[in-house]
């Protein structure tokens, strides 16, 4: 029965953070993270979410943007765990641009992957990678000034 009510507690949990991400219309669609990378959420898919691609764009500048955006509209903020769903690929949003894919509402496959990773890698290749929204946010001061040099886009 103990386990009963952990599971219940925890689903009520898990439903209290993905409702603001789910929430389409509370969302922005077009959201500019502080790095100035756009993010925009995934329609019919609860807590997915993609950031898109700009020039000399590396990992921490998009765990930055996934970061940024998680921070904003997740209620747990920074301890939001946040995953890799797909690397760099064609954009779901907007097909012409490309695009990495996040979620914090992973699947039993995805989050069995980023439970068997190894290492101190920062990467958006990797299925499964994860971070918190909080240490995904600790490259944004790089990233800003890194985007900021060449102007805002």
Sequence with gaps: MRR??????????????????????????????????????????????????????????????????VRRFAPDKGRTPIYVLRGVGRGVTLPNQRSVVFTVAPSPEVEASSEAATGLSLSVSNVGERRTAAHGFTGCTDSRRKFRRGGFR
């Design 4 to 69: 009963l009510g952990a599971s219940i507690a925890l689903l009520g949990f898990v439903a209290g953070l993905l409702t603001p991400l789910a929430a389409g219309a509370d969302l922005d669609r077009n959201y500019r993270a502080t790095n100035t990378m756009r993010v925009n959420y995934i329609p019919g898919y609860p807590g997915m979410f993609e950031v898109f691609h700009r020039m000399n764009a590396a990992a921490p500048d998009y765990w930055c943007a996934a970061a940024d955006y």
